[in-house]
């Protein structure tokens, strides 16, 4: 079955212990991104990938990083977390080649930092 | 910069029609789309039009867009309570990946 996964998909921690988001995807997709939903402000881009080694910054990137060394996986790492990065993360992939297609999405990680 | 508004709220009766409408800022949004997120999930692609399209109908769903105002709105005919969820719409632009989206808009079923 075509999918994005994400691990784990609940999370409390507390503030400075670093901490992996995995997502892994089975579709060879090219294109991959991270995304933060909190309330009243939808969904908003971190960071993304248009394949391997090539990673940006998206809207919201401070405190976060990502590594993108296998086409199928984009970890996510907080490295100092604080609470305003308390949220729910989705990792969404996409392929590039042929006509436009749709982004997949994970079923979400929420994350709370105490 | 990209912005784009949604009510926050919708609650209908089961049966009617919803229509749930988006406003969008970036007069070069070439894609424009409408997700759908059940509790505890992720989201769903529902269907998305192409800026030179007016309107687009899939079965229960009918997406209007309005390009001069900058306005689309997602209409379910016949609602019914498996259609609660909070519905996004999202707009990108063309070789761009990057999905701008709106604030969400919960609908709530009234039996």
């Known amino acids: 079955e075509a999918q994005v996964t994400q691990n784990p998909r609940y999370l409390i921690t507390v503030t400075g212990k670093k901490l992996t988001v995995t997502c892994s995807q089975n579709?060879?997709?090219?294109?991959m991104s991270w995304y933060r939903q909190d309330p009243g402000l939808g969904l908003r881009q971190i960071y993304y990938?248009?394949?391997?080694?090539?990673?940006d910054k998206g809207d919201v990137p401070e405190g976060y990083k990502v590594s993108r060394k296998e086409k199928r996986n984009f970890p996510l790492i907080l490295e100092s977390p604080s609470p305003n990065q308390t949220s729910l993360y989705f990792c969404?992939?996409?392929?590039?080649?042929?006509?436009?297609?749709?982004?997949?999405f994970g079923p979400g990680t929420r994350l709370t930092v105490l | 910069g990209e912005d784009v508004e949604q009510s926050l709220f919708l609650s209908v009766r089961e049966g009617d029609s919803s229509v749930i409408n988006c406003t969008y800022t970036d007069s070069s949004s070439t894609y424009l789309y409408w997700y759908k997120q059940e509790p505890g999930a992720g989201l769903q692609l529902l269907t998305y039009i192409f800026s030179n399209m007016d309107m687009k109908q899939d079965q229960r769903l009918t997406v209007l867009l309005n390009k001069k105002d900058k306005h689309l709105s997602l209409r379910i005919a016949d609602t019914q309570t498996g259609d609660s969820a909070i519905y996004f719409c999202a707009e990108s632009m063309e070789g761009n990946e990057k999905l701008t989206f709106g604030t969400g808009t919960r609908l709530t079923i009234i039996p």
């Open positions: 969404a992939s996409k392929g590039l080649a042929g006509q436009r297609s749709e982004q997949f």
């Open positions: 990938s248009m394949n391997v080694e090539v990673t």
């Open positions: 579709m060879n997709h090219e294109y």
